[in-house]
């Protein structure tokens, strides 16, 4: 009857059981707790930016962190609307149907040490730039934080690159060393046989460190055998009569004509080459 049961603590025993399962319970509870507190992303990749603490109580929707894919990387590129004409870049048709591409190579200073990725341009975005009505071109660089065997360090997240694009062939253009542009894109020419000065003010079609390419069909462009006056003159006035060496030689001059005033030991001449046009090839 109950009180031997009771005298056998089959309650007692009842109760204990039913804790053991009971705790069990929670026990299986707090491991999938545990175990749901580990995130895993979908692809490999790092930390970008952590946003909750340990012991932070969180909820469904609550933004823990930010994380960023290593596969690849992309830079976007601001170019200016005019120079993108010169630029090998896939072009965004309806259809898909882009051209491919051209290489790109990217340029940054790594703790005082130059250092520099290849990759290529992936696509061209859809809208220029509201702000600066930029074309904004998309370079993808694989493997951006994988082992180099030249010790190249990893191209991270926010860095400041210059980048370098392979560029369409220019066709009847004429290319001018830097050295021989003056302020306001002027140029000096010396006219044949006369060897007088004439200042000529050019219209680029794209310039860098090193050149200025100015379009043949500009009316401002030189003409086909002009000679181009290489040589620094502080004050040069159209009409002035100068002795340019071409081509490693003095240009004598003319018959008739009074001699030019010979510069004096250490004085530069105007070094004058003849101007040829460039087809692109």
């Given at each position: 009857?109950?009180?031997?049961?009771v005298?056998?603590?089959?309650?007692?025993?009842?109760?204990?059981?039913?804790?053991?399962?009971?705790?069990?319970?929670?026990?299986?509870?707090?491991?999938?707790?545990?175990?749901?507190?580990?995130?895993r992303?979908?692809?490999?990749?790092?930390?970008?930016?952590?946003?909750?603490?340990?012991?932070?109580?969180?909820?469904?929707?609550t933004?823990?962190g930010?994380?960023?894919?290593?596969d690849?990387?992309?830079?976007?590129?601001?170019?200016?609307?005019?120079?993108?004409?010169?630029?090998?870049?896939?072009?965004?048709?309806?259809?898909?149907?882009?051209?491919?591409?051209?290489?790109?190579?990217?340029?940054?200073?790594?703790?005082?040490?130059?250092?520099?990725?290849?990759?290529?341009?992936?696509?061209?975005?859809?809208?220029?730039?509201?702000?600066?009505?930029?074309?904004?071109?998309?370079?993808?660089?694989?493997?951006?934080?994988?082992?180099?065997?030249?010790?190249?360090?990893?191209?991270?997240?926010?860095?400041?690159?210059?980048?370098?694009?392979?560029?369409?062939?220019l066709?009847?253009?004429?290319?001018?060393?830097?050295?021989?542009?003056?302020?306001?894109?002027?140029?000096?020419?010396?006219?044949?046989?006369?060897?007088?000065?004439?200042?000529?003010?050019?219209?680029?079609?794209?310039?860098?460190?090193r050149?200025?390419?100015?379009?043949?069909?500009?009316?401002?462009?030189?003409?086909?055998?002009?000679?181009?006056?290489?040589?620094?003159?502080?004050?040069?006035?159209?009409?002035?009569?100068?002795?340019?060496?071409?081509?490693?030689?003095v240009?004598s001059?003319?018959?008739?004509?009074k001699?030019?005033?010979?510069?004096?030991?250490?004085?530069?001449?105007?070094?004058?080459?003849?101007?040829?046009?460039?087809?692109?090839?």
């Open positions: 009857g109950l009180p031997g049961a005298a056998a603590r089959v309650p007692q025993l009842a109760k204990a059981k039913a804790d053991v399962e009971s705790a069990k319970a929670q026990l299986a509870k707090a491991r999938r707790d545990l175990e749901r507190t580990i995130l992303a979908p692809y490999a990749g790092q930390v970008l930016e952590q946003t909750a603490d340990v012991g932070q109580m969180v909820g469904p929707g933004t823990l930010q994380i960023f894919a290593v690849y990387v992309e830079v976007r590129l601001p170019l200016p609307e005019r120079e993108s004409q010169f630029l090998s870049l896939p072009q965004p048709f309806r259809d898909g149907a882009a051209r491919s591409g051209g290489k790109a190579l990217l340029k940054a200073t790594v703790a005082g040490k130059p250092a520099q990725w290849e990759g290529r341009v992936v696509r061209v975005e859809s809208a220029l730039d509201e702000t600066t009505r930029q074309v904004m071109a998309v370079v993808q660089v694989d493997d951006p934080y994988g082992r180099r065997e030249d010790g190249t360090p990893p191209l991270t997240i926010g860095a400041f690159v210059e980048a370098e694009l392979a560029g369409e062939p066709r009847d253009v004429f290319v001018i060393p830097r050295a021989a542009v003056r302020a306001g894109n002027e140029i000096i020419l010396i006219d044949r046989p006369q060897n007088t000065l004439r200042r000529r003010v050019v219209e680029p079609l794209v310039s860098n460190s050149h200025i390419v100015v379009d043949s069909a500009s009316v401002s462009a030189p003409k086909e055998g002009d000679v181009l006056c290489l040589t620094p003159i502080p004050f040069p006035a159209d009409g002035a009569r100068v002795l340019p060496t071409i081509d490693g030689q240009e001059p003319p018959v008739g004509k001699a030019a005033k010979q510069p004096e030991d250490g004085e530069p001449k105007p070094k004058a080459p003849v101007v040829s046009q460039n087809d692109g090839k």
